[in-house]
């Protein structure tokens, strides 16, 4: 174990102002995150994080409230994610990694689970065999564990679920976090994919795919009544039809269910098992989704729900709850500060202070003792920084629609110069939106002078089942209008220079840029697509062929493929078909572990650019994920931004 006391130093000491960069480049934003996901223990005398160092990221230790951080849990550097930290009990972690791994000529995270003191003595990795001779249809289903429940009276085991090759499905196991020993529940006869306990840890409702011989997206809900009664088909549904259906817990033999029941938007509901229908809505908001739900600390029991407008807010169900939730929210002025971790008594926690223009940061309370600090910014060395308000932004689409989003204005010492602008839709598509709250990306390409524009399209999350709906089967067509008429409200402002413009994008973002290009070859000076998608029919074509709720996604949200006039679309809409139509440089960044994206939409695409005598560069990254959440992949991602930005825009 080694100890890291400077770098909280550097935190505490930039967050008082002291530690100023002479000037913000692409290194103070290409780092990750310097801390995330803490997790308060139990009781309330440790926290455990994640450090991200420039040697790979790490589990690490401190007692409540101190500066002294310990690590205990080193992972590999380019190899290795750690994906979510769990207490078992107030010594006993639970720590959920993942690694890339090429099964059947495509690329899965495949989990690893690990058990841990919170001293970092006694790691044992939890894990059942699988058989040498597994084909690899069987190797994919095994790649994820997942933690069913945390078995709050019970402190040496978790329920866990992973694939088990004798049911060919997913299983629940009883596991021992000392000793690696696997308990089975009960056979999988179901082809249950998710399983739910109710609040004492007990597996009692269950959400698969209809189990066929042939290709099937027909969703099915299984229950019993309790654990030595037989499990009853209770409801089936296809895949897209009808409302939304996420089970999150059973309680009070009702199962809390997120659906956009009546209302269009995401709300939390009791549904009567048995009855199979919904009773009573808990939670909703007039505008905007659920994007959640509060656990308690022991995840037993739900206590309230997130959702976001422009910021994360919180509602809780108990009036204690909302008391304390209030505190924190009037305790840190300036800030949007939630809870972020808590201990069992709920006198100890986390709080997670965030604002458009400042790095976010973990502080901790006492409130039993009326005690509080900085525990530790993400961002340490952009504290005290001068950096642009993230502004809100709205305008109607040409079809009348309204439609939100940011304007990011660099902070500069001549107003009577309009600066170039990035344009920078968000990835996902659907289902996923932009925030206000500080992006690392949002604010380099602002240090750097340029203005930065973010529109929540049609197929954004968050905004209701029908906005988001809105957006299947759009790409290239009413989501990329969207862009081009925020671009086209933001010239009409003349607020930047838009002559000068890059559309740069992540993810279905890259998509969106390289569509740009050919779409619209004389408006932007300049292309970036990261982890992009070049050929949406071959996207389309290569997941088609895998069953269930990943062929009804590619159908429902993306089109086809096996249908001649849609692939045709598809076809007509993908940039490596209209590479004759571009005009502008383009830079592409890939990595070779994406496992969302496969890495030849960037590589097949450059090699067809390239033979064509397009202006075109390609870096690829070894060890890069989609996420290029790499120290080594991130920075150097960040540096040819820099470059090829300052290259092309200035």
């Known amino acids: 174990m080694k100890k890291i006391i400077l770098t909280l130093f550097l935190s505490l000491v930039a967050y008082l102002g002291y530690a100023k960069t002479p000037a913000l480049n692409y290194e103070q934003f290409g780092s990750l995150p310097m801390i995330q996901y803490p997790s308060v223990s139990p009781n309330g005398d440790y926290i455990a994080a994640i450090y991200n160092a420039k040697d790979g990221p790490s589990i690490v230790i401190s007692a409540f409230g101190s500066a002294e951080v310990t690590t205990i849990v080193q992972l590999k550097k380019?190899?290795?994610?750690?994906?979510?930290?769990?207490?078992?009990?107030?010594?006993?972690?639970?720590?959920?990694?993942?690694?890339?791994?090429?099964?059947?000529?495509?690329?899965?995270?495949?989990?690893?689970i690990f058990s841990v003191n919170s001293d970092g003595t006694d790691l044992v990795e939890l894990k059942t065999k699988m058989p040498e001779s597994a084909a690899s249809w069987e190797r994919i289903n095994a790649a994820s564990v997942r933690v069913v429940s945390l078995l709050k009276d019970?402190?040496?085991?978790?329920?866990?679920?992973?694939?088990?090759?004798?049911?060919?499905?997913?299983?629940?196991?009883?596991?021992?976090?000392?000793?690696?020993?696997?308990?089975?529940?009960?056979?999988?006869?179901?082809?249950?994919?998710?399983?739910?306990?109710?609040?004492?840890?007990?597996?009692?409702?269950?959400?698969?795919?209809?189990?066929?011989?042939?290709?099937?997206?027909?969703?099915?809900?299984?229950h019993r009544k309790d654990e030595q009664s037989e499990w009853q088909l209770l409801h089936k549904q296809k895949a897209y039809s009808g409302e939304t259906f996420t089970p999150i817990m059973v309680e009070n033999d009702k199962l809390l269910v997120i659906s956009?029941?009546?209302?269009?938007?995401?709300?939390?509901?009791?549904?009567?098992?048995?009855?199979?229908?919904?009773?009573?809505?808990?939670?909703?908001?007039?505008?905007?989704?659920?994007?959640?739900?509060?656990?308690?600390?022991?995840?037993?029991?739900?206590?309230?729900?997130?959702?976001?407008?422009?910021?994360?807010?919180?509602?809780?169900?108990?009036?204690?709850?909302?008391?304390?939730?209030?505190?924190?929210?009037n305790s840190f002025k300036g800030y949007q500060a939630t809870i972020y971790s808590r201990s069992e008594d709920k006198t100890k926690m986390l709080v997670y202070a965030t604002k458009d223009n400042s790095p976010q940061k973990?502080?901790?309370?006492?409130?039993?003792?009326?005690?509080?600090?900085?525990?530790?910014?993400?961002?340490?060395?952009?504290?005290?920084?001068?950096?642009?308000?993230?502004?809100?932004?709205?305008?109607?689409?040409?079809?009348?629609?309204e439609l939100t989003g940011y304007l990011t204005l660099p902070v500069t010492g001549d107003s009577n110069k309009k600066p170039p602008l990035v344009v920078w839709p968000h990835g996902g598509p659907i289902g996923i939106r932009d925030y206000q709250t500080f992006d690392p990306y949002v604010q380099f390409f602002a240090s750097q002078g340029y203005a930065v524009l973010q529109v929540n399209y049609r197929g954004s999350g968050g905004f209701g089942s029908n906005f988001e709906a809105a957006g299947h089967r759009e790409w290239g067509k009413r989501m990329q209008q969207d862009v081009y008429n925020g671009f086209d409200w933001l010239k009409s402002k003349n607020l930047v220079d838009t002559n000068k413009t890059c559309f740069a994008g992540y993810s279905y973002g890259g998509y969106?840029?390289?569509?740009?290009?050919?779409?619209?070859?004389?408006?932007?000076?300049?292309?970036?697509?990261?982890?992009?998608?070049s050929d949406l029919y071959t996207l389309a074509e290569k997941d088609y062929r895998w069953q269930g709720n990943i062929r009804a996604h590619i159908v429902n949200e993306v089109g086809d493929p096996t249908d001649d006039r849609i692939a045709g679309e598809l076809q007509s809409l993908s940039a490596s078909n209209n590479i004759e139509k571009i005009k502008a440089p383009i830079l592409l960044m890939h990595g070779r572990f994406d496992t969302q994206v496969r890495v030849e939409q960037s590589a097949d695409f450059y090699d067809k650019?390239?033979?064509?005598?397009?202006?075109?560069?390609y870096v690829e990254f070894k060890y890069g994920t989609h996420y290029l959440d790499e120290a080594d992949n991130r920075l150097e991602a960040f540096k040819q931004l820099s470059d090829f930005l300052e290259k092309h825009l200035k």
Request: glycine share 6%; net charge positive; with cysteine.
């Open 78 to 112: 380019s190899q290795d994610r750690i994906e979510l930290i769990s207490w078992v009990n107030s010594t006993r972690l639970l720590i959920t990694a993942s690694y890339s791994e090429s099964i059947g000529n495509k690329r899965f995270r495949r989990d690893r």
């Open 609 to 617: 650019a390239k033979d064509a005598g397009l202006d075109i560069g």
């Open 260 to 329: 956009d029941y009546q209302t269009r938007r995401q709300a939390l509901w009791s549904y009567d098992i048995k009855a199979g229908k919904f009773i009573n809505k808990l939670y909703g908001h007039d505008k905007y989704d659920i994007a959640g739900v509060i656990y308690n600390p022991d995840r037993s029991r739900v206590i309230g729900v997130r959702y976001f407008d422009d910021y994360l807010r919180e509602h809780y169900f108990q009036d204690e709850d909302n008391k304390i939730a209030l505190l924190v929210k």
């Open 154 to 222: 019970d402190k040496r085991h978790v329920l866990l679920q992973t694939y088990d090759y004798r049911d060919e499905g997913q299983a629940v196991y009883k596991v021992n976090v000392y000793e690696n020993d696997f308990d089975k529940l009960f056979v999988n006869k179901y082809n249950v994919h998710a399983w739910i306990t109710n609040d004492k840890g007990q597996v009692l409702f269950g959400y698969g795919t209809e189990k066929s011989k042939k290709v099937t997206d027909v969703n099915t809900i299984w």
């Open 362 to 401: 973990f502080f901790w309370l006492d409130i039993k003792n009326n005690k509080g600090g900085l525990w530790f910014s993400t961002y340490p060395f952009l504290e005290a920084q001068a950096m642009p308000n993230v502004l809100p932004i709205s305008f109607k689409a040409d079809d009348g629609v």
């Open 512 to 533: 969106a840029a390289l569509t740009a290009a050919f779409q619209k070859p004389e408006q932007f000076r300049c292309v970036v697509s990261i982890a992009g998608i």
